[in-house]
């Protein structure tokens, strides 16, 4: 049987890829334990200094949670697969390095809150996202009440999530969803070339960069200082910091080691 979760690594770039395309990507608990296994493997290879996730096949990046697994649980069973749904897109934000999603197609409920886990999100013109769980008299149950609000403002998330409206990505890169629309063609290539921007700086610079604004923005400005202080401490004595004077003083490129 095919794997569900595809995971490539090139140039510090891990491309993790979604493998149901005949079911639209959409996730069944195999592919959450899969899914989980790579994301634990990710965040303990230094090697990987940022990760793309995206969707195999032309339609969908993932339509959500799979409803036709989901009709044969009983309720046991729907809230283990809730809470491991959602334990894994916690993971996934959780995440040290950068995490970009490329969306190249669907991306609705659990698929939606996947991308929102993510630090950045590209998607093509003819993708398609939303919380469409009230549709089928559910809530979203991953992230998606709390991290919509958080970056789109609460009004507006209200009127996607109550509605179960879905959006196209140039009104999702209107409302600050979508970093950039990209062609089909080209998704994956503008998602690796923004992820090889953050690749060639100082990887432990970079991690703690995205902890400090990950966490303090989530509290208060005087409490947020604190944070970046603390996240710039831990760069202080890193070999890659003294790197980084020397090759400005000898003129050359710096050769970053993660260390």
């Known amino acids: 049987m095919d794997s569900t979760v595809l ?3 090139k140039n510090h770039v891990a491309i993790i890829t979604f493998n149901r395309p005949d079911q639209l990507n959409c996730f069944n608990y195999q592919m959450l334990l899969d899914l989980e296994q790579v994301i634990q493997e990710v965040k303990a290879n230094p090697a990987i200094r940022t990760v793309i996730f995206t969707g195999a096949g032309g339609k969908s990046f993932s339509a959500g949670a799979d409803l036709k697994e989901r009709r044969t649980l009983d309720e046991n069973q729907v809230r283990r697969n809730v809470n491991k749904i959602r334990s894994v897109f916690n993971q996934i934000e ?4 950068p995490t970009i999603a490329a969306i190249n ?4 409920g659990g698929g939606f809150e996947l991308a929102l886990a993510c630090d950045f999100r590209l998607a093509v013109p003819e ?8 549709t089928w008299a559910i809530i979203s149950g991953a992230g998606g009440t709390q991290r919509l609000p958080r970056l789109i403002g609460s009004q507006r998330a209200k009127e996607m999530i109550l509605t179960g409206r879905k959006v196209a990505a140039e009104e999702a890169q209107r409302l600050g969803i979508i970093l950039e629309v990209c062609d089909s063609k080209h998704l994956l290539t503008e998602a690796v070339r923004l992820a090889e921007k953050m690749s060639v700086n100082g990887p432990l610079a970079v991690i703690q960069a995205k902890y400090a604004i990950h966490y303090g923005c989530q509290t208060d400005l005087h409490t947020g200082l604190a944070i970046e202080a603390k996240a710039y401490e831990t760069i202080i004595p890193t070999e890659d910091r003294l790197e980084a004077l020397q090759a ?3 003129k050359r490129p710096p050769q970053f080691k993660g260390k």
């Open 94 to 97: 959780e995440l040290p390095q």
């Open 105 to 108: 197609g669907y991306a609705l």
């Open 127 to 134: 993708a398609k996202m939303g919380l469409t769980e009230v």
């Open 248 to 250: 400005f003083k000898e």
């Open 7 to 9: 995971q490539t690594i």
